[in-house]
DNA sequence: GTTCATGTTGACAGCGCTGTCATTACTGGA
DNA sequence: TCCAGTAATGACAGCGCTGTCAACATGAAC
């Protein structure tokens, strides 16, 4: 049988109440007491009943994290941050997808956002992308009155992030081409509904234009970030007029960059030898393909953990409204100095 | 503020007995009042208090999905199918990993285990491969009396189970690719640990011996399921003498399938053309690869959803000791008949 | 008409914890 | 010396639900 609050207040001589104040560190607690009390809850394996305590405080110990068809790659870190700082208040993580691009109308995607929170005693949410934007999710938070916490978020908003600087990331990737001496860089924009795109490109371009360079039109291709519209970028962007094909492509996410490598391979091109490649997001497809691919490493894992951490914290803690964490250049062996 | 079984009670005129009955699908209400209730408790947008619930049964109405370092698809899939579940249940998923992998000591181990358990409040678990088959989690889970579900075990036990039967499937890849006219077909072997990979060995063996035809060792390989093992293994296998030289390779996941792929390609072999390729899991990387891979797809999200739904199934319901899912066989594009 | 089985309903306690408030012990200052 | 202020502790109610058990209604069997 498991241990009640009330076997370690008997075994300490002293009130539940004084138990209940050690176990959560309140004040007020001579310290030999306090002591003793530890050490006897540590004896009889006690841990506190949640829903007895849940049921005391109106808490649940619950956070959710609410995701809509993201990359498994990318959930899987997001969602290993979030339980690491999870566990250290606590709390647990319980995982909620969502199918809303099914939907049509907002009001269905109402209804149904509100169906599930409803029944989902959580004491807050972490959106990922595109929940993050995602008007309906964040109106039933709002009326039900549940804290979130929004991860990479396009629009502004009251509510907490925490995200990355895709601008400056894209620029110093973009920077590092024209370093190896590249000055064709074409860029594959990724599909314009996500926050990322826009900003990426952004950062490409102002790379650009500070080396002085004019971009061309024929050097920009729309991707929609899948790995088949990768490769029509690629087929474009190599199959021009010479004088306009690139010595290397920056691809705004990995799995376009992919599929540059492989039509480049398609059509006889080898890289990095002749064509540069690089990515973004390192996802392990970065170093499973060959050459491995040059990318951009997005903080993911501190994400989820910052975001769950904001959500988890004690009410005398520090909150931090927003935050942009650092990304990482992954310098591997699909980009080469132009000779 | 949330409405309270009391406010449901009081509309209907009834007693809160009576509602609890009535949504807990007790017998014993009379159709009517059943009705009445149902409607005001909808009404009222009315949703049991989880924390009360569970202190009142002592139960949580969580489950845990448990894992170890998986690949993110894999549990990714099974999650989905675990949540779907949970949902209809009106139970939620907690997600918790391990890293037992680093821990050397068995005993370590378990008190590693037990520390999570212990403040784990599940009536459940999900245990993915490796965790399956893993003595220390299976101890404690047996020490607190928490009822599991294993997936894809390696060994027998007195648990429930789903999988799928690996050996079969292996068998039927093998004689498509008989039926295309091979018959100098290699196989690379997955990592030792893993339940799968004899299971995927035998049916390859047996297929073979079947059509009658002698594996000489030179057609098998040893991997470890990573694309660098498997691009080595290729290397072994494409580079013997002429004689020996499969028309077909058989790697047992879709990563080693690939990194064959990518080696044929660099020794300028085409692929279907000239050798036939086909892996194992069908995981998003097959359909990524140039040529597509033809590979066999695991009922993964099948596997969660059963899993899960054994865990929640009311007492009264039937229970299935272990089940054994079926699997898909993808004709994709990087098998081609001998010529 | 009485008896019994069965169906329907409600009163009430109590799950394990925490919030509130009262009580006691102890300190330093007037 | 006495009192106020503060630290340390405990008694008790109650969070929202369900399990138990008792009460009552109904109808069949005798």
Chains 1, 2 share one sequence.
């Not at 009130?15 to 309140?26: C, D, H, P």
């Not at 956002?113 to 934007?133: A, E, K, N, Y």
């Not at 109106?139 to 400056?168: S, W, Y």
């Not at 490493?297 to 909150?319: C, F, N, T, W």
């Amino acid at each position: 049988m498991k241990a009640t609050i009330t076997d370690v207040a008997k075994r300490a001589g002293v009130s539940m109440k004084t138990v209940s104040r050690v176990l959560n560190n309140e004040p007020n607690v001579a310290e030999n007491t306090r002591a003793r009390v530890k050490a006897i809850a540590d004896e009889l394996r006690y841990s506190p009943n949640l829903a007895a305590r849940g049921l005391a405080t109106s808490k649940s110990y619950l956070i959710a994290l609410m995701y809509d068809n993201p990359s498994p790659n990318y959930i899987s870190h997001i969602q290993r941050g979030a339980i690491d700082a999870c566990r250290e208040a606590g709390y647990h993580l319980v995982v909620q997808p969502f199918s809303l691009g099914d939907l049509v109308s907002t009001d269905e995607k109402i209804r149904t956002v509100r169906r599930v929170m409803d029944r989902l005693p959580v004491d807050g949410v972490i959106l990922t992308p595109p929940l993050s934007d995602n008007a309906a999710v964040l109106e039933v938070l709002e009326e039900l009155n549940i804290k979130c916490v929004r991860v990479a978020p396009k629009n502004g908003g009251a509510q907490p992030f925490v995200g990355m600087d895709d601008e400056t990331a894209s620029y110093q990737m973009t920077q590092h081409l024209l370093n190896q001496g590249h000055k064709k860089i074409a860029f594959i924009r990724g599909h314009a509904d996500h926050a990322a795109t826009s900003l990426r490109h952004a950062g490409y371009m102002r790379a650009m234009q500070e080396a002085g360079l004019v971009v061309s039109e024929n050097l920009i291709a729309q991707g929609d970030f899948s790995f088949e519209s990768g490769a029509a970028a690629a087929r474009k962007l190599l199959g021009g007029q010479t004088e306009d094909i690139p010595t290397a492509i920056f691809a705004s996410n990995d799995d376009m960059a992919a599929a540059v490598i492989s039509v480049a391979g398609q059509m006889g091109l080898n890289v990095p030898e002749t064509l540069s490649v690089c990515g973004f997001d390192d996802t392990p497809l970065a170093r499973v393909v060959w050459p491995a691919l040059t990318t951009v490493r997005q903080p993911i894992y501190k994400m989820g953990h910052q975001a769950a951490k904001e959500l988890v914290r004690r009410s005398d803690e520090q909150s931090e409204k927003g935050q942009i964490l650092d990304f990482e250049i992954m310098l591997r062996d699909s980009v080469a100095k132009l000779k």
